[in-house]
């Protein structure tokens, strides 16, 4: 058994004392706590006599104090609160110590890196939504492969053809022009003598013309 050893109190450290006159005060012995407890008779001399850096390291030390404040009837919240800068101030000076470690500390990391690919996610699906709402509103691109610009001809009919988007509705001067699965398009169109402007256009569902023009000069 471990010698009693006396320790002068202050009045800002009576945890010890407490504990040993609540144990005289039911006339308990060490020995007979630390049966029924299951903890070590000179551990609990150490908390009687506020040798914290005696205890075992980690969270134990703090464990001990709670279960014999508990056995005693008092309060461990007050001892652990009184104690806590001293408790943990000894088990950090201790080189061989193994304190547990909370559970929540090595869920930082992965927290951080699922916030991280959380925020990606999103920002990707943002970026897709503006590109499909773009491609959706935005007028399809229309090409006119023939006839060229400012064209001067003598024949009253001339072939309109181009390219667009497969699934754009195409138009000429107001009628309408079925395309191929590629978006190439092609029609004859019956012209008058002198200007005729040709009207080329191009829409998707929901989206805004494209229009093209076409002007030719019939001799």
Known sequence: MVAFIPKKLSPESNCGEKLRQARRFKELKIETISKKLNIRADYLIALEEERYDQLPAGLYGKNF????????????????????TKINTNFT???????????????????????????????????????YFKKIILPPDLTITQPPKNLL??????????????????????????????????????????????????????????????????E
Do not use: M, W
């Open 93 to 131: 000076d201790n080189p061989f110590s193994q304190p547990i470690v909370k559970r929540r500390k090595f869920l930082i990391f992965p927290k951080i890196i699922r916030n991280i690919l959380i925020s990606l996610a999103i920002l990707i699906c943002f970026l897709y939504l503006i590109f």
């Open 65 to 84: 104090l709670r279960e014999y404040a508990n056995f005693l009837g008092l309060n461990p919240k007050e001892f652990l609160l009184d104690q806590q």
């Open 153 to 218: 001809i003598k024949e009253n009919v001339i072939t309109i053809a181009g390219q667009t988007a497969p699934e754009a509705e195409v138009k000429i001067n107001g009628e309408l022009v079925l395309n191929n699965h590629n978006g190439s398009f092609s029609q004859l169109v019956n012209l008058k003598k002198g200007l005729n402007n040709i009207v080329i256009k191009a829409k998707k569902k929901y989206s805004q013309e494209q229009i093209v023009t076409r002007q030719i000069l019939v």
